[in-house]
T-cell receptor, first 115, second 114 residues
């Protein structure tokens, strides 16, 4: 089945630094979603992307839907301690006639921020 | 709106016991999902439902059963618990299917099978 390769697996950064993470696949996707999961909680949707090339921001977060439709990245600018958590990418693969209904998740990027 | 709620938050089971994980949503979403999350892994889809009375298997359905008698509720049943089912279980719901499938998640149930 389709897989999403998310990198890096983990990041340790200083408060104030910018962060970048990405997801890639060998399959074409029609939708990319970025989620954040705090410890002991469920994932919370941060940004949704629906068109190739689309660039969308949510506060200090910016995500892009790759032109090839096989990748997406998430940037966090000027990180703060509350950015700590696990960030997941998720996508809806193109089944040749539209989108499959079931999301495929990456394994997550664990972000640690040193004050 | 409470969103997606799950109970219990934690549970320890002995091998062979059974239990039901409860999930409810108050957003009038037709689509509901059950995932499991193992350490260091992404979420794997167990079962999903596209509406009351309709359910289908996801990627990892073995050892689980579901039912959907109402739009609001989507319980997950473990009949004979096994250590391999130790995981965190998340329920999710969405308004649409396909390209605009923005799923909203509950807080999770942490299950340990000993």
């Amino acid at each position: 089945g389709q897989q999403l390769n998310q990198s890096p697996q983990s990041m340790f950064i200083q408060e104030g630094e910018d962060v970048s993470m990405n997801c890639t696949s060998s399959s074409i996707f029609n939708t990319w979603l970025w989620y954040k999961q705090d410890p002991g909680e469920g994932p919370v949707l941060l940004i949704a992307l629906y068109k190739a090339g689309e660039l969308t921001s949510n506060g200090r977060l910016t995500a892009q839907f790759g032109i090839t439709r096989k990748d997406s990245f998430l940037n966090i600018s000027a990180s703060i301690p509350s950015d700590v958590g696990i960030y997941f990418c998720a996508g809806l693969a193109d089944n040749g006639g539209g989108s499959q209904g079931n999301l495929i998740f990456g394994k997550g990027t664990k972000l640690s921020v040193k004050p | 709106n409470a969103g997606v709620t799950q109970t219990p938050k934690f549970r320890i089971l002995k091998i062979g016991q059974s239990m039901t994980l409860q999930c409810a949503q108050d957003m009038n979403h037709n689509y509901m999902y059950w995932y499991r999350q193992d350490p260091g892994m992404g979420l794997k889809l167990i079962y999903y439902s596209v509406g009351a009375g309709i359910t289908d298997k996801g990627e990892v359905p073995n050892g689980y059963n579901v039912s959907r008698s109402t739009t609001e509720d989507f319980p997950l049943r473990l009949e004979l618990a096994a250590p391999s089912q130790t995981s965190v279980y998340f329920c999710a719901s969405s308004y649409t299917w396909g390209s605009y499938n923005e799923q909203f998640f509950g807080p999770g149930t942490r299950l340990t099978v000993l």
